[in-house]
T-cell receptor, first 116, second 111 residues
Framework: GAVVSQHPSWVICKSGTSVKIECRSLDFQATTMFWYRQFPKQSLMLMATSNEGSKATYEQGVEKDKFLINHASLTLSTLTVTSAHPEDSSFYIC????????????FGPGTRLTVL | AQSVTQLGSHVSVSEGALVLLRCNYSSSVPPYLFWYVQYPNQGLQLLLKYTSAATLVKGINGFEAEFKKSETSFHLTKPSAHMSDAAEYFCAVTGFQKLVFGTGTRLLVSP
């Protein structure tokens, strides 16, 4: 099956700093990638849809200036959490759209962000 | 709008027992439905998907699900639970280029 990687798998940072998370589709090209946030023992919350070569589409309530998304190539999307604060601590998961017809997505392993 | 409801935040079974995880959907168009499994601190792995080809869908690790339009259900089953099946399971329905997830069901397997 299609493989999606994320880097780093975990990161600890100080409050006020910025953190970049990379999402890569390793064996296929993904024109569309998605970024999700998951709080402990909860479901996935879609943050934004990332389209290669265009601006990301953010879900309602997600601060686009805080969560910067760049999809510069067909295999890489990045999420930058700017001026991170403890409330941004969460598990961030990306996925890549592998099948347009059924909206089949392949998920990365996730990134655990802890902001001190 | 599309949505899914997973009944039961936790399901406990004994090893070797039948696993049944419930999912009901709501969709204004013929749905595409998915079951994903998530192990602790990991991403989601696709177990199986319904894309209207067959109502009984077989997936990985011995799981299967049956699409029942009359009941708007897509329940996940496995005849015999293994300890390694202990994980979080998510049902999802496709919207317009988006996946809408249920709240998840944690499967606990006791020896």
């Amino acid at each position: 099956g299609a493989v999606v990687s994320q880097h780093p798998s975990w990161v600890i940072c100080k409050s006020g700093t910025s953190v970049k998370i990379e999402c890569r589709s390793l064996d296929f090209q993904a024109t569309t990638m998605f970024w999700y946030r998951q709080f402990p023992k909860q479901s996935l919350m879609l943050m934004a849809t990332s389209n290669e070569g265009s601006k990301a589409t953010y879900e309602q309530g997600v601060e686009k200036d805080k969560f910067l998304i760049n999809h510069a190539s067909l295999t890489l999307s990045t999420l930058t959490v700017t001026s991170a604060h403890p409330e941004d601590s969460s598990f961030y998961i990306c996925s890549a759209l592998a099948g347009v017809e059924y909206n089949e997505q392949f998920f990365g392993p996730g990134t655990r962000l802890t902001v001190l | 709008a599309q949505s899914v409801t997973q009944l039961g935040s936790h399901v406990s079974v004994s090893e070797g027992a039948l696993v049944l995880l419930r999912c009901n959907y709501s969709s204004s168009v013929p749905p595409y439905l998915f079951w994903y499994v998530q192990y602790p601190n990991q991403g989601l792995q696709l177990l199986l998907k319904y894309t209207s080809a067959a109502t009984l869908v077989k997936g990985i690790n011995g799981f299967e699900a049956e699409f029942k339009k009359s009941e708007t259900s897509f329940h996940l089953t496995k005849p015999s639970a293994h300890m390694s099946d202990a994980a979080e399971y998510f049902c999802a329905v496709t919207g317009f280029q988006k996946l809408v997830f249920g709240t998840g069901t944690r499967l606990l397997v006791s020896p």
